[in-house]
């Protein structure tokens, strides 16, 4: 890929993955037209139209019974027994 490669409508492969060019910045622009003969016809914005994802509504599961109180303490409980046991070294 060279510099003459790039412009506007060209989809361009970076980092693997393939990107479109709609529209140049006005210092892009000028470099074109100054330095490789490009026109002001060349840089004519590609009208893309906008899509809006929507993303799924995150909702907490109802309480299922399956922990209580006591079971968010067992860590406290797994390294007391832990360090405890002479082969395991906390």
């Known amino acids: 890929m060279t510099q003459d490669d790039f412009k506007v409508g060209a989809a361009l492969c970076v980092f693997g993955r393939?990107?479109?060019v709609v529209d140049t910045d006005a210092f892009t622009?000028?470099?074109?037209?100054?330095?490789?003969?490009k026109t002001e016809q060349d840089f004519v914005a590609l009208s893309v139209?906008?899509?809006?994802k929507q993303l799924p509504k995150r909702e907490i599961p109802p309480y299922?019974?399956?922990?209580d109180t006591a079971c968010?303490?067992?860590h406290h409980h797994s390294l007391k027994?832990?360090?405890s046991d002479p082969l395991?070294?906390?």
């Open 29 to 37: 622009k000028k470099w074109y037209i100054d330095n490789r003969g």
């Open 88 to 90: 395991c070294s906390v």
């Open 72 to 74: 968010l303490y067992s």
């Open 49 to 52: 139209p906008k899509i809006v």
């Open 64 to 67: 299922n019974g399956y922990c």
């Open 81 to 83: 027994a832990c360090s």
């Open 18 to 20: 393939e990107l479109l």
